[in-house]
């Protein structure tokens, strides 16, 4: 038998370090392993060239989606000690910070749909470079004006209840 000399070119690594490098968990990589977005060896480890490739491809992929007008990086939260209903002060701070946060992000996305929405509508359904855009027939509302005049011509009140209390968070100063 002969033996025959292979050069590798590709180094294996270990599913934890492939994580690590990407910065997700290590049954992630063994699902990205099987799906085919990660290639690798079952049992021995993942090619460190395909995870440094597929580092590279979403890295451009985020660094495309935030290249969009008006979007910017949010401040990081802590957001491990939201999962649990907070009870120590620190937990609160926490809460309330990614509760803001979140209500920021919130503001700026409505912010960009109605600077977007004129332009999208003015355009019209179709094929528009990397997009298609269509439109939707639109929801049913209920007529509050019609309602209220319908019960004011019976003489009726109109029957109201209240919503569960609402969350505001503001900085201290």
């Not at 992929?61 to 949010?74: F, H, L």
Request: a positive charge.
């Amino acid at each position: 038998m002969t033996a025959i000399a292979i050069e590798a070119t590709e180094t294996l690594i270990s599913v934890d370090s492939a994580a690590a490098r990407l910065g997700v968990q290590a049954a992630t990589v063994r699902r990205y392993v099987r799906s085919g977005r990660l290639a690798g060896v079952p049992g021995l480890g993942v090619w460190a060239d395909s995870v440094e490739a597929y580092a590279a491809r979403r890295d451009a992929s985020v660094a495309r989606t935030r290249a969009c007008p008006g979007w910017r990086r949010p401040a990081p939260v802590a957001m491990a000690a939201v999962s649990v209903l907070p009870v120590r002060v620190t937990d609160v701070e926490s809460a309330a910070a990614a509760w803001a946060e979140a209500g920021r992000l919130e503001a700026l996305a409505r912010k960009l749909k109605e600077q977007a929405g004129p332009v999208l509508r003015e355009a019209g359904e179709g094929q528009h470079g990397r997009f298609h855009l269509a439109f939707t027939a639109g929801r049913e509302v209920l007529d509050t004006v019609a309602v209220r005049a319908d019960f004011a011509g019976r003489g009726a009140e109109l029957p109201m209840r209240r919503n569960a209390p609402s969350i505001k968070v503001t900085p201290v100063a």
